[in-house]
Nanobody, 118 residues
Framework: QVQVVESGGGLVQPGGSLRLSCVVS????????MGWYRQAPGKERELVAT???????NYADSVKGRFTISRDNGKNAVYQQMNSLKPEDTAVYYC????????????WGQGTQVTVSS
């Protein structure tokens, strides 16, 4: 079965940095895109950044210039470097895996908590 596991979350001060990792394992023939979404308590889950197999990226306006998404296709992994963190970045960050461009089923991890506070 497919497993999606995030790591790298934690507590940081405003202006600090974190690097999130997401590793996919199991019977997965391909990965078209991977991405990061986040959800704060009482709010809707929102897109943070995505990256396709061809390295095309998409970022939410709120994180452009601060976050960088990358992937390692050989390891079926995606990473997100987060710099200049702000309190409003506080949320649970989830990794999403899209097997093909028109995939019927996407896969989600359980999330990793990011807290930005002094």
């Amino acid at each position: 079965q497919v497993q999606v596991v995030e790591s790298g979350g934690g507590l940081v001060q405003p202006g600090g940095s974190l690097r999130l990792s997401c590793v996919v394992s199991g019977r997965l023939l391909s990965i078209y895109s991977m991405g990061w979404y986040r959800q704060a308590p009482g709010k809707e889950r929102e897109l943070v950044a995505t990256i396709t197999s061809s390295e095309s990226t998409n970022y939410a306006d709120s994180v452009k210039g601060r976050f960088t998404i990358s992937r390692d296709n050989g390891k079926n992994a995606v990473y997100q470097q987060m710099n200049s963190l702000k309190p409003e970045d506080t949320a649970v960050y989830y990794c999403k895996v899209q097997p093909t461009r028109y995939a019927w089923t996407n896969y989600w991890g359980q999330g990793t908590q990011v807290t930005v506070s002094s």
